[in-house]
């Protein structure tokens, strides 16, 4: 038999429910939130590590990267790994490769809207390249600037159950589609992906 409720218990928790919900939302809006931010940052540490296979750390399986006019479009996780070994940089013959420079991604401002479905999320990320040159380029660099718009989703993690392992309370985020939009020109001299590695 179940305990009689009383107005006075019905009106204590119809006012602490509400609470209590919200901070369970806010609690796993910010989890969802760090798990996204840490996706989005792997791809720089994956691409100026030169170690594409991380990139699905980011990227969906059949996830679509618009690059622009360099790369273009590329469809799939094994696309986008092979693209971006062999990147062209302002479409100068012999530039095929990411391989000649040393390159950092700093990523900053990054907003991220997680959708009321809890699945999807939108984000914008702005980001500064820095390539350095090698050899004879030694001391040149080309900077460029511009900003990722992600579209990503929240899948179970296939590894650690709410244990930190790259995953946050067994999810993971994954770009689904990313767009590149350079913001002004880029600087510098483009000659440093001509060096021989």
Do not use: C
């Not at 809207?113 to 080309?142: C, K, L, M, P, W």
């Not at 900003?147 to 309370?169: I, M, T």
Request: proline share 3%; no cysteine.
């Amino acid at each position: 038999m179940l305990p009689k409720i009383t107005t006075r218990v019905a009106a204590a928790l119809a006012l602490a429910l509400p609470a209590i919900a919200s901070a369970q939302l806010q609690n796993l809006y910010s989890t969802d939130w760090i798990s996204i931010h840490q996706t989005l940052h792997s791809y720089a540490l994956a691409v100026d590590s030169k170690k594409y296979s991380l990139l699905g750390e980011t990227f969906t399986q059949n996830a679509t990267a618009d690059y622009g006019a360099g790369l273009g479009v590329l469809q799939g996780l094994s696309a986008i790994e092979e693209g971006l070994q062999t990147i062209v940089y302002g479409k100068i013959d012999g530039i095929n490769s990411l391989a000649p420079v040393d390159s950092q991604h700093v990523l900053s401002t990054t907003v991220i809207d997680i959708h009321i479905d809890g699945a999807t999320a939108n984000s914008t990320t702005y980001f500064s390249t820095n390539q350095f040159g090698r050899g004879d380029y030694e001391g040149e660099v080309y900077h460029s600037y511009g900003k990722y718009l992600d579209e990503l989703v929240r899948f179970p993690s296939p590894r650690a159950e709410g244990r930190w392992e790259g995953s946050w309370r067994g999810v993971e985020w994954r770009v689904q589609k990313r767009m590149l939009v350079y913001l002004g020109p880029a600087q510098g001299n483009v000659s440093i992906f001509l060096a021989s590695s």
